[in-house]
C-alpha cells in the first residue's frame, strides 16, 4: 500500500493495492485525474483519465511521506491483518 498525492489538490490518498482504493475514489468524487507518487524516490505521474503515465506540473512540498514512515503506513492507521484482506478480494 503506497501513497498517491492529487496534483490539482494536494489530497494524499492510498494506491489501488489498497483496501481503500483512496487515491482512485478522489479521482471519480473530485475529478481530478492526476496523481503523483508520494513515496521516496519516485517522481512519476499517472492520468487516471488517459490510464497513462505523464509528464507532469512541478508541485510544491514536500514531495513524499517521511523516509521512516513505513509502508503499509502510517504504523496503527492499517488493520494488522491487512495482508490477508488484500488477498481475499
Known amino acids: 500500500m ?7 489538490c494536494g489530497h494524499i490518498g492510498c494506491c ?12 471519480r468524487e473530485t ?3 492526476v496523481i ?11 492520468d487516471y483519465a488517459e ?3 505523464i ?3 512541478e508541485l510544491a512540498p514536500p514531495q ?14 492499517v488493520p494488522t491483518d491487512w495482508a490477508d484482506r488484500l488477498r481475499a478480494r
Open 2 to 8: 503506497h501513497l498517491r498525492r492529487c496534483a490539482k
Open 16 to 27: 489501488d493495492d489498497s483496501l481503500g482504493r483512496h487515491a482512485a475514489a478522489h479521482w
Open 31 to 33: 475529478k481530478h485525474p
Open 36 to 46: 503523483r507518487s508520494f513515496e521516496p524516490g519516485e517522481d512519476w505521474f499517472w
Open 51 to 53: 490510464n497513462a503515465y
Open 55 to 57: 509528464d507532469g506540473p
Open 64 to 77: 513524499h511521506h517521511p523516509e521512516d514512515q513505513p509502508v503499509p503506513g502510517p504504523r496503527g492507521r
